[in-house]
Structure formats: C-alpha cells, structure tokens
C-alpha cells in the first residue's frame, strides 16, 4: 500500500492544449508497472481542450456543471454531473464546459507503450465548439 498525500499543487492547464481557464489536479500518477492516471479537471465556461486521441482510450466522469464533448465529424454532446463518456483508443475528440458555465470532470487514462498519455492536435475552433449539441 502507498499513500500519496495531497502536496501537489494545481497546475494551470497549458495554453498549448487548452483554450480558457483550466485547472488540473492530479489525482493518481502511478509508478510503473501502472499506467493508470487520474485527473480532476476544471474548466471556467467556454474553456475546452484541443483535438486530441488516447492511446488505449479515455473516461471522464462529471463532477460539477456543464459540458461539451466532442468527436471528429459530429456534433458536440452535452454532459452534466454523473454523465460518464468513455472515448475509443485514437478517436480524435475534445471536451470542455459548455459556453455558459462551469464544468468539472474526473479524467481517467493509461499511458502508451512511448510513456505518452495523450497525443495533442489543433485547437478546436468555434465552428465545432460553438455548433448546437445533438441528441
């Protein structure tokens, strides 16, 4: 058994990957052999993640507010708390708050054969962002 008291400090989400105000906490960064991690995210309204895919797939758990996620080609979804989105091994996707409010997700992944958790792509423009949520 390890216990990991909490010292870390909140990081800014870096502007590279993230549009807006986004908050990270890391919940669970394991040593090896794990490859799980675990992170509780915040968004301010508006903020989401850019484009991008998760070598052995991503769940994110709603904690607080409201969302948006979204995959390549479709429109974006809603998500509120409780919702739990499970995205495939390299489906190319971003999720953020919805434009009016505020959004907390629990981000749950493994990390590659390279160590690497996430592969990043461009930053989600307004047109997909901003495009009505479907059913």
């Known amino acids: ?10 990081a800014r989400g870096p502007s590279e990957y993230f ?5 990270i906490d ?17 968004f301010a309204p508006g903020a989401r993640t850019a484009w991008h895919t998760h070598p ?13 996620v979204g995959r390549e080609g479709e429109a974006p979804q809603e998500i509120r708390p ?19 409010r505020f959004m907390v ?3 749950i992944q493994e990390t590659g054969e390279d160590g690497m958790p996430v592969a990043w792509g461009e930053h ?3 047109e997909d962002y901003l495009r009505e949520p479907g059913g």
């Not at 549009?19 to 908050?23: F, P």
């Open 124 to 126: 989600v423009g307004d």
């Open 19 to 23: 549009a807006g105000d986004v908050w």
């Open 82 to 100: 409780g919702d739990s989105v499970y995205f495939e091994p390299g489906e190319n996707h971003w999720h953020g708050a919805a434009p009016d």
């Open 105 to 107: 997700h629990i981000a």
């Open 26 to 42: 890391a919940i669970a960064v394991n040593p090896p052999p794990s490859r799980v991690q675990a992170l509780n995210v915040h």
């Open 56 to 68: 052995l797939g991503q769940v994110i758990h709603v904690l607080e507010g409201v969302g948006r």
């Open 1 to 10: 058994m390890q216990i990991t008291r909490s010292t870390r400090e909140t």
